[in-house]
């Protein structure tokens, strides 16, 4: 319970009652002169106090700052303010600053035509101010709710300042704030309960602190939601709710359990802290994680469909009738310890990865996205550019679009998204290849195992020399052994030259004859022979004959699977065949290679 504030020890700046002055309290009472009189409302005589109660009518302007009301008192106030139409009090400006309410403060159903203003007020039992109407300013800032509060089905059509206030238990169950509401700095030592609130303006809860519970459930935001920097000791349910703007949750610190269902624009969770488990369902929202710390298993899921009420039925979502996409994008996860983290079906083409912590250990469940290369072919000064499909990494964009030769397609930084290169971006490519391949998903763990090795190419200070020429080399031949359809065609041209090389310099025009010559001994006897073939001859005349040429698709068949035909070739024609027994073997292996990596699991 909210202890009762000490009173100052300096007057108030209003002309004050000052009964009861102590050495301990050398100010006395606080409550401001009724006009008319030296005393507040509570010291006036019974006769002055009458005769100024039945002088009020409803929508009266009241002041009484300071004064101290018993429940009988404030009861008393209020009947001559009951509209005879409504029987409901209706006051105009009520001024209760510093006021102290000793018994039940009962504002319930009363509309405050103009400004209420309970600045530094103290409510040392229960306060009811439902449902009341307040037409005009609402001031709270700096209040003590020692008791149950609750506002159930309360209007501000004006501004709600509830600013470093402290509760007790406080309920705003069904409360319509029409214009900015804050509580800022305030702190909830008990329950505090925002279910089915609507926010039409700005909503800040900035610093505030909630010491217990914290309900949300169903609650609408059109403005931007500001929670930042505010603590949530016990478990806190957020939603589901609907923010037509912001959810700012940035350096808010989570003590117990959460859960958040909710519809948003943006949610702003930089350098958060969440101290246990959390569940984030989330629908339309960007999400900024920039430097939160989660200490243990935190989830962040895509929902598909819109949030079921306590009653089953669907929780409307006017303020997003207009976008028919609900997808969950994640700005990013920089600075972040990803061990604990787990996404489901989030999007993440314009998500910052670079200083995330144990990347290798994220956890990726469901559909997630991430961006792509920039479709068909692209033209760089005079020669053509085609980028095969592959997933990649906004900073790989980035990096891209910020070089002087890129074409168009890539996207460029967002502002404050910082510059990073190819040596940074080969250990992020490198830490997702990883959580793919411990998700046993091997084709999807090559498009990242493809970006390592471009960063690795691009890298002129980590990289040396020789490796990249060997890394251009591999993804000349084959995409890094990616993609077979490049070792294909390289495969095919080779075979190609090889015919063409064979038809017109290693197949001789006739294949060599054997010759047998021997000597027969003079009166019989045994005959020894020698069998001679002649060396082939260089082609001659036509050479690209049908003949040749399906001698040649012969030799080089052979050549690709390794073996050697029995044909005779030229000197030339040997050479050409030992050179392509090396290297059509290697193009053939590199696209079985590339095929497997696309295919296994």
């Given at each position: 319970?909210?202890?009762?504030?000490?009173?100052?020890?300096t007057?108030?700046?209003?002309?004050?009652?000052?009964?009861?002055?102590s050495?301990?309290?050398?100010?006395?009472?606080?409550?401001?002169?009724?006009?008319?009189?030296?005393?507040?409302?509570?010291?006036?005589?019974?006769?002055?106090?009458?005769?100024?109660?039945?002088?009020?009518?409803?929508?009266?302007?009241?002041?009484?700052?300071?004064?101290?009301?018993?429940?009988?008192?404030?009861?008393a106030?209020?009947?001559?303010?009951?509209?005879?139409?409504?029987?409901?009090?209706?006051?105009?400006?009520?001024?209760?600053?510093?006021?102290?309410?000793?018994?039940?403060?009962?504002?319930?159903?009363?509309?405050?035509?103009?400004?209420?203003?309970?600045?530094?007020?103290?409510?040392?039992?229960?306060?009811?101010?439902?449902?009341?109407?307040?037409?005009?300013?609402?001031?709270?800032?700096?209040?003590?709710?020692?008791?149950?509060?609750?506002?159930?089905?309360?209007?501000?059509?004006?501004?709600?300042?509830?600013?470093?206030?402290?509760?007790?238990?406080?309920?705003?169950?069904?409360?319509?704030?029409?214009?900015?509401?804050?509580?800022?700095?305030?702190?909830?030592?008990?329950?505090?309960?925002?279910?089915?609130?609507?926010?039409?303006?700005?909503?800040?809860?900035?610093?505030?602190?909630?010491?217990r519970?914290?309900?949300?459930e169903?609650?609408?935001?059109?403005?931007?939601?500001?929670?930042?920097?505010?603590?949530?000791?016990?478990a806190?349910?957020?939603?589901?709710?609907?923010?037509?703007?912001?959810?700012?949750?940035?350096?808010?610190?989570f003590?117990?359990?959460?859960?958040?269902?909710?519809?948003?624009?943006?949610l702003?969770?930089?350098?958060t802290?969440?101290?246990?488990t959390?569940?984030?369902?989330?629908?339309?929202?960007?999400?900024?994680?920039?430097?939160?710390?989660?200490?243990?298993p935190?989830?962040?899921?895509?929902?598909?469909?819109?949030?079921?009420?306590?009653?089953?039925?669907?929780?409307?979502?006017?303020a997003?009738?207009?976008?028919?996409?609900?997808?969950?994008?994640?700005?990013?996860?920089?600075?972040?310890?990803?061990?604990?983290?787990?996404?489901?079906?989030?999007?993440?083409?314009?998500?910052?990865?670079?200083?995330?912590?144990?990347?290798?250990q994220?956890?990726?469940?469901?559909?997630?996205?991430?961006?792509?290369?920039?479709?068909?072919?692209?033209?760089?000064?005079?020669?053509?550019?085609?980028?095969?499909?592959?997933?990649?990494?906004?900073?790989?964009?980035?990096?891209?679009?910020?070089?002087?030769?890129?074409?168009q397609?890539?996207?460029?930084?967002?502002?404050?998204?910082g510059?990073?290169?190819?040596?940074?971006?080969?250990?992020?490519?490198?830490?997702?290849?990883?959580?793919?391949?411990?998700?046993?998903?091997?084709?999807?763990?090559?498009?990242?195992?493809?970006?390592?090795?471009?960063?690795?190419?691009?890298?002129?200070?980590?990289?040396?020399?020789?490796?990249?020429?060997?890394?251009?080399?591999?993804?000349?031949?084959?995409?890094?052994?990616?993609?077979?359809?490049r070792?294909?065609?390289?495969?095919?041209?080779?075979?190609?030259?090889t015919?063409?090389?064979?038809?017109?310099?290693?197949?001789?025009?006739?294949?060599?004859?054997?010759?047998?010559?021997?000597?027969?001994?003079?009166?019989?006897?045994?005959?020894?022979?020698?069998?001679?073939?002649?060396?082939?001859?260089?082609?001659?005349?036509?050479?690209?004959?049908?003949?040749?040429?399906e001698?040649?698709?012969?030799?080089?068949?052979?050549?690709?699977?390794?073996?050697?035909?029995?044909q005779?070739?030229?000197?030339?024609?040997?050479?050409?065949e030992?050179?392509?027994?090396?290297?059509?073997?290697?193009?053939?292996?590199?696209?079985?290679?590339?095929?497997r990596?696309?295919?296994?699991?």
């Amino acid at each position: 319970m909210p202890q009762p504030p000490s009173p100052p020890r300096t007057p108030p700046e209003w002309p004050h009652c000052g009964r009861g002055t102590s050495p301990e309290d050398p100010v006395g009472c606080r409550g401001i002169h009724v006009r008319g009189h030296s005393a507040c409302l509570a010291h006036l005589t019974d006769s002055d106090r009458d005769a100024y109660l039945t002088g009020l009518t409803p929508g009266a302007d009241i002041n009484h700052s300071g004064t101290s009301f018993s429940e009988s008192l404030l009861d008393a106030l209020l009947v001559p303010l009951l509209d005879p139409a409504t029987r409901r009090p209706r006051l105009g400006n009520a001024v209760f600053e510093s006021a102290v309410f000793t018994g039940d403060a009962k504002f319930d159903a009363a509309t405050f035509s103009g400004d209420a203003r309970f600045e530094e007020a103290t409510f040392r039992e229960g306060a009811w101010f439902g449902p009341a109407t307040f037409r005009g300013y609402a001031g709270f800032e700096g209040a003590t709710f020692m008791g149950h509060t609750t506002f159930f089905s309360a209007i501000f059509l004006g501004e709600a300042h509830f600013m470093s206030v402290a509760f007790d238990t406080a309920e705003f169950v069904s409360v319509a704030f029409m214009s900015d509401a804050t509580f800022a700095f305030t702190i909830f030592e008990a329950d505090a309960r925002f279910g089915l609130a609507t926010f039409t303006g700005n909503a800040s809860f900035r610093s505030a602190t909630f010491e217990r519970d914290a309900q949300f459930e169903s609650a609408t935001f059109t403005g931007n939601a500001d929670f930042r920097s505010t603590t949530f000791e016990r478990a806190v349910s957020l939603g589901p709710l609907v923010c037509a703007g912001r959810v700012h949750l940035s350096r808010a610190v989570f003590g117990g359990p959460v859960t958040l269902s909710l519809a948003a624009r943006r949610l702003e969770c930089q350098r958060t802290r969440w101290s246990a488990t959390a569940e984030l369902r989330l629908r339309y929202a960007t999400v900024d994680f920039a430097h939160a710390v989660f200490e243990y298993p935190l989830t962040i899921a895509a929902e598909v469909g819109s949030f079921a009420l306590s009653d089953g039925q669907p929780m409307a979502e006017p303020a997003f009738a207009s976008t028919p996409n609900a997808a969950v994008r994640v700005a990013s996860l920089r600075g972040v310890d990803a061990a604990h983290l787990v996404l489901a079906d989030v999007d993440l083409s314009e998500c910052l990865f670079t200083g995330t912590v144990h990347l290798d250990q994220l956890g990726l469940e469901g559909a997630c996205s991430f961006a792509k290369v920039p479709s068909r072919t692209r033209w760089r000064r005079w020669h053509p550019l085609r980028f095969t499909e592959r997933r990649t990494l906004a900073e790989e964009h980035h990096w891209r679009a910020n070089r002087p030769t890129a074409p168009q397609g890539w996207n460029v930084a967002v502002f404050g998204a910082g510059h990073v290169g190819p040596a940074q971006l080969a250990a992020v490519y490198r830490a997702l290849r990883k959580t793919f391949e411990d998700g046993k998903n091997e084709p999807g763990a090559a498009d990242f195992y493809y970006g390592e090795m471009e960063m690795r190419r691009h890298d002129h200070t980590g990289t040396k020399r020789a490796e990249r020429g060997l890394l251009c080399s591999y993804w000349l031949l084959s995409g890094y052994g990616l993609r077979a359809s490049r070792a294909l065609g390289w495969l095919a041209a080779a075979m190609l030259i090889t015919i063409v090389l064979l038809m017109g310099f290693g197949i001789p025009n006739d294949d060599p004859k054997q010759e047998a010559t021997g000597t027969m001994p003079r009166g019989g006897g045994a005959v020894t022979l020698e069998v001679h073939k002649a060396d082939p001859r260089e082609p001659t005349g036509d050479r690209f004959t049908g003949e040749r040429f399906e001698k040649a698709l012969n030799v080089t068949l052979n050549s690709v699977v390794f073996r050697s035909a029995d044909q005779d070739l030229t000197t030339s024609g040997t050479y050409i065949e030992m050179t392509s027994r090396i290297t059509e073997p290697i193009l053939l292996g590199l696209a079985a290679l590339a095929t497997r990596n696309r295919v296994k699991r």
